[in-house]
């Protein structure tokens, strides 16, 4: 773990509405592994106007880096149930980067902090991520950040014209 923190998580404002639709609108800075085939839906101003891009079933928040406080990413997270009690929730995380602080360590820095977060404000046991399997650079930062690679979903996304497997990383509340 890095002693000082390079980036910090920050809520969506609405001042970033603009970016983020900008962000969204940029195929080229996106990771291929997001790309959905999709067109982006506009940042929800009605939403943002009214409070942060949380609840207790998902949420957005802005990666900064700290040096300069621009706005290099998002990270996301939403509810994943494991059986019909709230007991059973665990939280499944993402993160998009800007193309120019991928491969930065930012990343795996940013998943820790959001999990950290995750775990300090909810009462869930786990969370989650999965990745391409061919994503080796997002296996590598989900383990840095402290996950446990549990298996593969076969078949389970569908993205860019075909399904693809998936590896599943975990990290419990007991693991930090």
Same mark, same amino acid.
């Given at each position: 773990?890095? !002693?000082?923190?390079?980036? @910090?998580?920050?809520?969506?404002?609405?001042?970033? !509405?603009?970016?983020?639709?900008?962000?969204?609108?940029?195929? *080229?800075?996106?990771? *291929?592994?997001?790309?959905?085939?999709?067109?982006?839906?506009? !940042?929800?101003?009605?939403?943002?106007?009214?409070?942060?891009?949380?609840?207790?079933?998902?949420?957005?928040?802005?990666?900064?880096?700290?040096?300069?406080? !621009?706005?290099?990413?998002?990270? %996301?997270?939403?509810?994943?149930?494991?059986?019909?009690?709230?007991?059973?929730?665990?939280?499944?995380?993402?993160?998009?980067?800007?193309?120019?602080?991928?491969?930065?360590?930012?990343?795996?820095? *940013?998943?820790?902090?959001?999990?950290?977060?995750?775990?300090?404000?909810?009462?869930?046991?786990?969370?989650?991520?999965?990745?391409?399997?061919?994503?080796?650079?997002?296996?590598?930062?989900?383990?840095?950040?402290?996950?446990?690679?549990?298996?593969?979903? @076969?078949?389970?996304?569908?993205?860019?014209? %075909?399904?693809?497997?998936?590896?599943?990383?975990?990290?419990?509340?007991?693991?930090?």
């Amino acid at each position: 773990m890095t !002693a000082d923190p390079r980036i @910090r998580l920050r809520d969506v404002t609405l001042a970033d !509405a603009d970016l983020l639709d900008t962000w969204g609108q940029d195929e *080229a800075a996106r990771s *291929a592994f997001n790309d959905f085939g999709e067109a982006p839906n506009p !940042a929800p101003r009605e939403v943002l106007r009214s409070g942060p891009l949380r609840n207790e079933h998902n949420g957005v928040l802005i990666v900064e880096r700290m040096s300069d406080a !621009a706005p290099i990413g998002t990270v %996301g997270w939403h509810v994943v149930r494991y059986g019909p009690n709230p007991g059973s929730d665990a939280w499944n995380i993402g993160i998009e980067l800007r193309p120019e602080a991928r491969g930065r360590g930012f990343g795996t820095e *940013a998943q820790r902090q959001l999990t950290d977060w995750l775990f300090a404000n909810t009462t869930v046991n786990r969370v989650e991520a999965q990745t391409d399997v061919e994503n080796v650079a997002e296996q590598r930062s989900l383990a840095k950040a402290g996950f446990t690679r549990e298996g593969i979903a @076969r078949g389970s996304q569908f993205r860019a014209g %075909g399904y693809h497997d998936l590896v599943t990383y975990s990290r419990l509340r007991d693991d930090r």
